[in-house]
């Protein structure tokens, strides 16, 4: 049998999940796609992720590959497999990739967008994917602090205090904070980013925001690599992967 | 007892709830509103809203009033309301009226939004609040369109067939219909509207932006008065409420 590697685009509404990544305490959406495909392809399938998103994180293009000896056209697979998801997982594209293609291996670019809804009562329609917060945030000094995040660092600050990760130097190359009607968007590119990396960002950007810290303390705290100098960690379903960027 | 009449605005997720209007077969917004105001002020209170919507409808603006004898400041409603309510409806501003106003009997422009997610696959973040479409709608037809339903017009052909409505004359102030990245938005101001006529219209301006009808072909659907020449209705999930404005 002759066996292709096969990439997904992956989104989802991370609401009633545990997070990308199989786990023992609840269902995840590794757990869901593996299900799937395995039914569809009549083979034992286990896909392999790009972003191993946190339990109530939403995806608008998480990445995963997996391989299949199945003589479906790999662009049809989506259309299949998305017959057999729950609503709330929706494979945006499939297709072949080299065998040796491997979605963490490769050099990317991947965004993140963390959400703030910024008024005096919660909209119940937005409750999903935005934190909702009724105090007055200043965007400018959120954005300045922003500003001195983008570059290499190393973002140890930055990175959730049970991290095995040794190293912690990644590259942010954009990092913007804009507010449209009663949104305050966060939207951050990176090379790669550290267990709650964006989520501890998020929450130091609102310190700066409520004037807890200055915009310019972000340098200290960049080089007190401790955690205990950053913010707290934004709860999770403030947060959605936009998507990653491969470098072919 | 001194009795005083309040208004509250209300928003809320629709998804899962049997509309607003208290029925046998479901739980509605008006019966968990009712209840949540009865335990708070301890009277038994009975809403009556502005607008009746449909099982799967959601709202960012309703209104609704009330009578009672609390001794509770009326802009204190609200936050103590929204500590008894669920996630999924939250009132966003109570005070008081006059004895004899009526949310349903004075002047007003009712605003609604017909949201249509048009991009290949589905996105999950947005199944509830948008309805999808894969396949090419032209924006241009469907605002051309949407141009010869305003003004005063006899609507009887965008009225269910189940209305009892004897006047089906209504005004339209305003209907545009843009597109932001992949959401198709039509949003239409009235004098008020008749039952599920802003389904109608979005499926019939739908109608439009597939070609399925020239969007001149408008002119002849409001002449024909019969509820077979407009198009389908669009699916209830789509549709939010925006807001009430009433002349003071």
Redesign the interface.
Known sequence: MFMKRIRLVV???GTNYCGWQVQPNGITIEEVLNQALSDLLGEDIKVTGASRTDSGV?S?GNVAVFDTGTRMPADKI?YAL?QRLP??????DSRQVPDDWHPRRCESRKTYEYRILNR??????R???TYFLYYGIDVEAMQKAADLLVGTHDFKSFCSANSQAEDTVRTIYACSVRKTEDIITIRVTGSGFLYNMVRIIAGTLLQAGTGKIRPEDIKEILDAKDRSAAGPTAPAHGL?MIGIQYEE
Do not use: C, K
């Open positions: 989104a989802y509404d939403h608008l989506s998305n609503e709330d997982i929706v494979v945006q005096r009562f919660p909209d119940p329609t409750r999903r994917d959605t």
